[in-house]
């Protein structure tokens, strides 16, 4: 008798939804069928007022999927009353206290949970100081030498390509662009270092699209090699200006905080010269974020001390660095200094190496 | 018992042979023991019971003779001989051991011997050569790397750190006095923006005091309008002009819009027509469009390109 009541009526309620307390209760509500009423009667008198789930229920447990899912829906509906209530009292409470409420919460950003990295430099290091100045840009930095680039591509480069290096070139001041007609990279090194070159950049290509590069500092420098994707060429530029004038630009470098990154960093501004010169108002950014590092090449106006204009001019692209060789060229001998592990260096979202 | 005229009978045109490949205009032969690698009644080895041909292995070559003496014997059926490394001596050997042999045969393995040594040759100078590495990409670490890359993207809100990098080096003066924006009005503006931002908070009262002002210096600015343009008050001139980028900056968020080679002047006029295009208190509009005619040529050329933004 117990046993036949409780179904029947707990299943038109389950179809009137307003029954928050299915199926499972009725073995639970097997005992007595005047207990079972009673909690019927408390079920409805908490109702009206917030959802109650006894606290062995769950959702899941509900055998017909179209019940499940209801069910599951409301529970969310009520999930976010209870959160937007919350975040209104919270508001309220702020506004209550006013000045003295307390500062408010930084959301968390991949930046700011990123993994201490023992090798993040310290701007006031004396060793990394020393280091940088007989490493193999002191040259360059005491303004001995002056950047000479020779940029070319791997065999047989398609027009996107061509086109994306006499691009570079006129970013880059005193760049040349030769052909490479098949020849070996080991044979066209020393040829550059006795005409003084000072690097090397070879860009890769793949499937008519630029997707390596190889950047060589050539007296015995280190050898880059870097992954390039979203190359955009000027012509497909919303919102442009002219072709970059001859002068150099400048040159701001962000975010290259570790170790490694300061050499990256350091190998980016040895391809510019020294001294910019401001009257052409170019500005080249070598910008990282979480290892991505974006290339994008502006002009600036400053409107007045509060505010700069930029327009966006020559080519922009990402690279990714992948691994990092001491010496030039030299794939098969060299020592490298790093090389990109997948495995291990991608396993974290919030490790970095640059 | 060898009956070769049969055997082709067979194979070469009647029915199948396993070995045959046939296309529109020639037939090939698959077989590995083939000299030409056609489909003749010279060139098929099995409808050949004399039968000779080069082969080569590991960038040795042999030279495999067949006699129907030994068709019985099929594990022993060809006999092979290997080849000096020496190509005049190897070519006097295959003379020396098909020496009653028919002339086609003795020819063509002559020939297929030097087309051998050609690409052996060829082989080990490719090598020293440049050789190229593939790399198999895969999809799904190409997929994630696309991605993260977007989310870098975002994440690093470029052109707000390049804009606040430029206006870093040029607050600490490494260009010098290319830029000489007036120091007093530079304090001016500081003081300015700290009174402005300390009541930014209370968003409703600052726009009352901000239309205070602006009604207060509506009537100013009316009952004096004269003496207003003809005074080349810098001061006043900056001060209004700071305010008024205040405003352009609330409503316009005008930070984008950007000529090339522009003076500092025709900057000014810009910004004050387009803010009298924006809310235009009907008076000051008067009076400020008075000083902008000042330079109306200016103005005209500017205007069409002060609506573009860029980004």
């Known amino acids: ?90 508001k309220k409470e702020r506004e209550a206290l006013g000045d ?24 006031e290091d004396e060793e990394v100081a020393f280091d940088e100045a007989t490493d193999e840009f002191s040259a360059y930095f005491n303004g001995l030498t002056n950047p000479k680039v020779l940029i070319t591509t791997s065999d047989r480069p398609r027009g996107r390509t061509v086109r994306f290096c006499e691009q570079l070139a006129t970013v880059i001041p005193n760049a040349h662009v030769y052909y490479r007609r098949g020849l070996a990279l080991k044979r066209v090194i020393p040829q550059c270092v006795a005409r003084n070159f000072t690097y090397l950049m070879v860009i890769n290509e793949d499937r008519k699209m630029p997707n390596g590069m190889v950047l060589c500092h050539l007296p015995d420098g280190p050898t880059a090699h870097f992954k390039i994707s979203s ?15 001859e002068h150099s630009p400048e040159v701001i470098l962000n975010n290259f ?12 501004a040895a391809l510019f010269p020294q001294d910019p010169q401001f009257v052409g108002r170019q500005v080249a950014t070598f910008h990282n974020q979480r290892d991505f590092i974006f290339f994008r090449f502006h002009r600036y106006i400053f409107k007045n001390e509060k505010k700069v204009g930029i327009q966006e001019l020559g080519p922009r692209f990402t690279l990714k660095l992948r691994s990092l060789q001491k010496g030039t060229f030299d794939s098969k001998f060299g020592e490298y200094e790093w090389v990109l592990k997948r495995h291990e260096m991608d396993a974290c979202r919030r490790k970095f190496q640059l | 018992m060898q009956h070769d005229d049969v055997i082709w009978d067979i194979i070469g045109n009647k029915q199948f042979c396993s070995f045959k490949v046939k296309t529109k205009s020639q037939g090939f032969c ?42 019985a014997f099929p594990a022993k059926m060809w006999e092979k001989v290997k080849l000096s490394k020496n190509y005049e001596k190897a070519l006097e050997q295959i003379d020396e051991n098909l020496i009653y042999w028919p002339r086609f045969i003795r020819h063509k393995c002559k020939q297929r011997f030097t087309k051998i040594t050609q690409y052996l040759i060829r082989m080990r100078k490719l090598v020293l050569k440049r050789q190229r590495k593939l790399v198999p990409l895969s999809r799904k670490v190409e997929r994630r790397e696309k991605r993260k890359e977007e989310k870098a993207l975002i994440a690093a809100q470029l052109d707000n750190a390049i804009e606040k990098e430029l206006l870093e080096r040029l607050k600490q003066g490494t260009y010098g006095d290319i830029y000489n924006f007036p120091v007093h009005a530079f304090d001016r503006a500081l003081e300015q923006q700290d009174a402005e ?41 900056n001060k209004l002009r700071t305010s008024s980028d205040e405003e352009d900056e609330e409503e316009e968020e005008s930070s984008e819009e950007e000529e090339e080679e522009e003076e500092e002047m025709e900057m000014e006029t ?8 924006g809310k235009s208190p009907a008076n000051g509009s008067a009076a400020r469009k008075k000083r902008a005619y ?15 933004r860029t980004t």
């Open chain 1, 257 to 268: 905080s570790t170790r490694l990154g300061h050499s990256i960093g350091r190998l980016f």
């Open chain 2, 294 to 308: 000042v330079e109306i040529e200016y103005e005209q050329e500017t205007e069409p390109a002060s609506k573009s």
């Open chain 2, 30 to 71: 698959r077989n590995e023991y083939n000299i030409t690698g056609l489909c003749n009644r010279s060139s098929c080895p099995l409808a050949n019971s004399q039968y000779a041909t080069i082969r080569e292995e590991k960038g040795q070559c042999f030279l495999y003779m067949k006699v129907i003496e030994r068709a």
């Open chain 2, 197 to 237: 931002s300390e009541s930014e908070s209370e968003e409703e009262e600052e726009e009352e005091e901000v239309d205070d002002e602006d009604v207060g210096k509506r009537e100013f600015v009316a009952d004096e309008e004269v003496e207003e343009s003809d005074l080349s008050d810098f001061e006043e001139m």
């Open chain 1, 1 to 90: 008798m117990d046993i036949t009541e409780v179904p029947v009526s707990q299943d038109n309620k389950g179809k009137k939804k307003k029954n928050k307390k299915p199926k499972k209760k009725s073995p639970e509500g097997n005992a007595e069928s005047s207990g079972v009423e009673k909690e019927e009667e408390k079920m409805e008198k908490s109702e009206p007022g917030a959802a109650a789930f006894p606290p062995t229920f769950s959702v899941s447990e509900i055998k017909n999927k179209q019940r499940r899912h209801l069910m599951f829906m409301k529970f969310k509906q009520e999930k976010r009353k209870q959160k937007m209530q919350l975040k209104k009292k919270k």
């Open chain 1, 100 to 123: 003295k409420a307390p500062p408010k919460e930084v959301p968390k950003t991949i930046e700011n949970q990123r993994v201490f990295d023992e090798t993040m430099v310290d701007p």
């Open chain 2, 270 to 277: 810009k910004t004050k027509a387009s803010r009298s295009k």
């Open chain 1, 231 to 245: 190359v955009r060429l000027r012509k497909e530029m919303k919102r442009r200006g002219k072709d970059p004038t």
